[in-house]
Nanobody, 120 residues
C-alpha cells in the first residue's frame, strides 16, 4: 500500500492550503483515512480523520479551520486548511488504517509526509 501526498508549501498566516493523499490503485477498501502532523521537537499528533462512512474527528486546535473529506471511489483524502497559524507549521502525514487489498487486511499505513510552513 502506498500513500502519496501533495499540496504542502509555504503560506502566510491567515492563508489557506489544501493537502491531498492518494492511495495505491489496487486497494479494495480503506476504513479510516486521515492526517497527522509532527512539528520539530514534538510528537506526532492527530489532525483529522474520516471513516468510509463519513464520520469525522478533529483535533480541538483545528476545529472550525480545517475540513477533511475523502473520495472513497478514488481512495483519496483531502485536508482543506484555512486561517492557518504559525503553530500549524509541521510535516503533515497521511494515514490509512484497516486497508483491504488483494493480499488481505493491513493496518496503519503512512505517507512520506509533506511540509507545511506558516509564516507570521
Amino acid at each position: 500500500v502506498q500513500l502519496v501526498e501533495s499540496g504542502g508549501g509555504l503560506v502566510q498566516a491567515g492563508g489557506s492550503l489544501r493537502l491531498s493523499c492518494a492511495a495505491s490503485a489496487s486497494i479494495f477498501s480503506i476504513y479510516s483515512m486521515g492526517w497527522y502532523r509532527q512539528a520539530p521537537g514534538k510528537q506526532r499528533e492527530l489532525v483529522a480523520t474520516v471513516t468510509s462512512g463519513g464520520s469525522t474527528n478533529y483535533a480541538d486546535s483545528v476545529k472550525g479551520r480545517f475540513t477533511i473529506a475523502r473520495d472513497n471511489a478514488m481512495n483519496t483524502v483531502y485536508l482543506q486548511m484555512n486561517s492557518l497559524k504559525p503553530e500549524d507549521t509541521a510535516v503533515y502525514y497521511c494515514n490509512a488504517d484497516r486497508v483491504r487489498d488483494r493480499e488481505g487486511w493491513g493496518l496503519n499505513y503512512w505517507g512520506q509526509g509533506t511540509q507545511v510552513t506558516v509564516s507570521s
